[in-house]
């Protein structure tokens, strides 16, 4: 698990676009103008938005990610090595699909399906 990784990945959502809103070396993905991902500057693992806070805290309790600093409770901290690459690749999808959904329904329309058919 990388920060390469983690870009391979996102890079082939649809409508996944990569800023560094804040300066400094950070990789935040986006759709639609939200964020789904975010590798911070001090390149410590991922940070992916979960289904709720619960989801989030569960997440914590099994030891397999952090709460994500700066970020809402239902963020976690995926630092790297403690997941594999097919676990990485599933909790990106998921955090994509989670805040793709939120996005309006104009926007969504406009998008790739996903998955794809």
């Known amino acids: 698990m990388s920060r390469e990784l983690v870009n391979s990945i996102c890079r082939t959502l649809p409508g ?3 800023s560094d809103p804040w300066g400094g070396g950070h990789d935040a993905w986006k759709v639609g103008g939200k964020m789904f991902a ?7 693992g991922v940070s992916v938005k ?3 806070v619960e989801s989030a805290m569960f997440l914590i ?3 397999a990610a ?3 600093p700066y970020l809402h409770p239902s963020w976690v901290l995926l630092p790297w ?3 594999g690459d097919g676990e990485l690749r599933d909790r990106i ?7 793709r959904k939120g996005l309006p329904k104009k926007i969504q329309a406009a998008l790739a399906p996903f998955p794809p058919a």
């Open 93 to 99: 999808h998921a955090s994509y699909s989670i805040i």
């Open 61 to 63: 309790e099994l030891d």
């Open 38 to 44: 975010l590798i911070g500057a001090m390149n410590a």
């Open 81 to 83: 090595g403690r997941i």
């Open 16 to 18: 996944a676009e990569v």
């Open 66 to 68: 952090e709460r994500a």
């Open 50 to 52: 979960m289904r709720d």
